[in-house]
């Protein structure tokens, strides 16, 4: 199973993004666990300076806007 975060405020943009990586691992039949960190101090340690952020296995894969459905299919799939 993977294990994504999603780094950032809580904010709308951070939300639809959990969202997606949650409908998409749905779709393509994969177990996925989605957490969202919200700790300005946390999302600071992994170097992210603008949110959303996403982090796959203590990776960052993505910061700032919504991801593509297409890159959230290769996290996904990798």
């Known amino acids: 199973m993977k294990h994504f975060k999603v780094l950032g405020s809580g904010c709308k943009k951070c939300a639809t993004t959990a969202e997606l990586i949650e409908s998409k691992a749905k779709d393509l039949g994969v177990e996925v666990e989605v957490e969202k960190v919200t700790d300005m101090a ?32 290769e996290w996904i799939r990798s």
């Open 42 to 73: 946390a999302i600071m340690g992994y170097g992210v300076m603008s949110t959303p952020g996403v982090v796959i296995d203590e990776t960052v894969v993505h910061a700032g806007g919504i991801p593509s459905t297409q890159s959230i299919e």
